[in-house]
């Protein structure tokens, strides 16, 4: 199957060369959603702000260089959404964006091209332009 991007898609990538934006993060982040265990239904995370997810990782000993700050953010908050059986402390959400973005035989783009496909499964369109 052939892949296509848009000319916006693509000037992102030239800007961000595959890591999140502060703007595109904070979107993704601000629509993560958890299953509540009384009700049953989705409700939105509790996001940690930027700052303070970064301290967090810091503290924790992970070391993110600053062209992958913001996907260290989308994936912290994304831990506490779609782990949170298994990443329940600061220390294990910090180590899973450790281990994710410096995984040895995976690369630190893959993060949003996942992100990407996952949007593109749910039926919702990303607006790159928002983002540049």
Not at 32 to 46: F, L, N, P, T, W
Not at 69 to 94: F, I, S
């Amino acid at each position: 199957m052939k892949h296509h991007i848009s000319e916006t898609r693509a000037e992102y990538e030239d800007l961000y060369h595959g890591q999140f934006s502060r703007a595109l993060a904070e979107w993704a982040i601000n629509n993560m959603q958890v299953k509540d265990e009384a009700s049953g239904k989705k409700v939105a995370i509790k996001a940690i702000p930027f700052d303070d997810a970064m301290a967090i990782i810091k503290d924790n000993g992970v070391n993110v260089e600053k062209a992958h700050q913001y996907t260290a953010w989308y994936l912290y908050n994304m831990a506490k959404a779609d782990y949170p059986k298994t990443c329940t402390t600061n220390e294990q959400r910090a180590m899973f964006v450790h281990e994710t973005l410096y995984d040895p035989d995976g690369s630190p783009e893959a993060v949003l091209e996942c992100f990407t496909a996952k949007m593109c499964n749910k039926g919702v369109t990303i607006f790159w332009e928002d983002y540049l």
